[in-house]
């Protein structure tokens, strides 16, 4: 070996750790799916929850624990699945500009107590909806693509269905992090939405559903302003799918006192003046973890799947005064459990 292959040899040696220190290449974790292709998706969310405690105190006198019987020993089991065809028709800059879903099918379960309900689910089966950006309002126009429906289940729809809000801005390397923060990062927990109008179950006549977006939500988005989202690129796996992991911790409160009070006042008390005092508060506590895969050729999600534990702590009292007697109560819940998703595309 001449002096000067050895010189190479060595330089290219030294060299190379600084190299690939500084290795330019990046992997583009983008949405960008091909016209008018489809894919069918299942998403199941399943969830158990426990009563870890429970107290109820009137007039200074606390419930026996026996009259709560097996409460506390009874998991609630919730299964959802939602089976969907989602037709990328048009799509630039990130995001679908028209986009087709079709509900295929959705099913309902509910174990409490050892028995199993499986109530009737939506009539959205069957429902071919279109989702089109709307540039000037800056969101999506929702319309029934084919045939007639009630328009109030197209309130709570979510066309992204591909998490996009969990990519990267930018061409990323593997070990680059990033975070999601706010309402888009809530969004992974109602992946499509809803099938029906977020405050359905509220009665009209009272008003409550109304007062849902005018007092509610406005404290849940000040709530969750600061829920973050750690993202993490791995790189990809045996199957060429790009793995984008992710964890979350965070909590927050919401005072339904003020719509416990407007239900009060509703109520027919028949002729009976009431006076009462009644506040009513809802903590949640909840941390997990997950991964998007992401097909980086097709530009979609190729799967998804979550897990998280959650904790939910209600804190009530009232002071009422009927009928010229005057009573008080307070009581405190505390349920526990946990959260698994799992979406699938063929």
Same mark, same amino acid.
């Given at each position: 070996?001449?002096?000067?292959?050895?010189?190479?040899?060595?330089?290219?040696?030294?060299?190379?750790?600084?190299?690939?220190?500084?290795?330019?290449?990046?992997?583009?974790?983008?949405?960008?799916?091909?016209?008018?292709?489809?894919?069918?998706?299942?998403?199941?969310?399943?969830?158990?929850?426990?009563?870890?405690?429970?107290?109820?105190?009137?007039?200074?006198?606390?419930?026996?624990?026996?009259?709560?019987?097996?409460?506390?020993?009874?998991?609630?089991?919730?299964?959802?699945?939602?089976?969907?065809?989602?037709?990328?028709?048009?799509?630039?800059?990130?995001?679908?500009?028209?986009?087709?879903?079709?509900?295929?099918?959705?099913?309902?379960?509910?174990?409490?107590?050892?028995?199993?309900?499986?109530?009737?689910?939506?009539?959205?089966?069957?429902?071919?909806?279109?989702?089109?950006?709307?540039?000037?309002?800056?969101?999506?126009?929702?319309?029934?693509?084919?045939?007639?429906?009630?328009?109030?289940?197209?309130?709570?729809?979510?066309?992204?269905?591909?998490?996009?809000?969990?990519?990267?801005?930018?061409?990323?390397?593997?070990?680059?992090?990033?975070?999601?923060?706010?309402?888009?990062?809530?969004?992974?927990?109602?992946?499509?939405?809803?099938?029906?109008?977020?405050?359905?179950?509220?009665?009209?006549?009272?008003?409550?559903?109304?007062?849902?977006?005018?007092?509610?939500?406005?404290?849940?988005?000040?709530?969750?302003?600061?829920?973050?989202?750690?993202?993490?690129?791995?790189?990809?796996?045996? $199957? +060429?799918?790009?793995?984008?992991?992710? #964890?979350? *911790?965070? @909590? !927050? &409160? %919401? /005072?339904?006192?003020?719509?416990?009070?407007?239900?009060?006042?509703?109520?027919?008390?028949?002729?009976?003046?009431?006076?009462?005092?009644?506040?009513?508060?809802?903590?949640?506590?909840?941390?997990?973890?997950?991964?998007?895969?992401?097909?980086?050729?097709?530009?979609?999600?190729?799967?998804?799947?979550?897990?998280?534990?959650?904790?939910?702590?209600?804190?009530?009292?009232?002071?009422?005064?009927?009928?010229?007697?005057?009573?008080?109560? $307070? +009581?405190?819940?505390?349920?526990?459990? #946990?959260? *698994?998703? @799992? !979406? &699938? %595309? /063929?």
């Amino acid at each position: 070996m001449t002096t000067k292959t050895r010189d190479l040899i060595t330089t290219a040696l030294l060299a190379a750790p600084v190299l690939l220190a500084l290795d330019l290449r990046a992997d583009s974790l983008a949405f960008h799916p091909e016209a008018g292709s489809s894919v069918d998706k299942e998403m199941v969310v399943a969830g158990a929850m426990y009563i870890d405690d429970i107290m109820l105190n009137v007039d200074g006198e606390e419930m026996p624990a026996e009259m709560l019987g097996d409460m506390t020993d009874m998991a609630f089991e919730l299964e959802l699945s939602e089976e969907v065809t989602d037709e990328y028709v048009k799509s630039a800059d990130g995001k679908a500009l028209v986009l087709i879903r079709t509900f295929n099918d959705m099913a309902v379960s509910m174990t409490a107590g050892g028995e199993t309900q499986e109530p009737e689910v939506s009539d959205m089966i069957g429902s071919k909806i279109k989702f089109a950006w709307n540039e000037d309002e800056e969101k999506y126009d929702v319309s029934f693509e084919e045939g007639d429906g009630d328009e109030e289940d197209l309130e709570g729809l979510d066309p992204d269905m591909d998490f996009t809000y969990l990519l990267p801005d930018d061409e990323v390397k593997e070990g680059a992090t990033w975070e999601v923060t706010g309402m888009e990062a809530m969004r992974m927990f109602l992946p499509g939405g809803t099938v029906t109008a977020p405050t359905d179950g509220f009665d009209d006549e009272m008003g409550l559903g109304d007062m849902f977006e005018e007092v509610v939500m406005p404290q849940l988005e000040d709530a969750v302003e600061d829920f973050t989202v750690d993202c993490t690129y791995n790189g990809t796996d045996d $199957e +060429g799918a790009a793995q984008i992991g992710f #964890e979350f *911790e965070g @909590e !927050m &409160s %919401i /005072d339904f006192s003020e719509m416990v009070m407007a239900a009060l006042e509703e109520q027919d008390m028949g002729g009976m003046e009431v006076d009462a005092d009644i506040t009513m508060t809802f903590d949640i506590e909840m941390e997990g973890k997950g991964t998007l895969s992401w097909d980086t050729d097709a530009g979609r999600a190729s799967g998804f799947e979550m897990a998280a534990d959650v904790m939910f702590l209600l804190d009530a009292a009232a002071d009422i005064e009927a009928a010229g007697e005057a009573h008080t109560a $307070e +009581g405190t819940g505390e349920l526990s459990g #946990e959260l *698994e998703y @799992e !979406m &699938s %595309i /063929d």
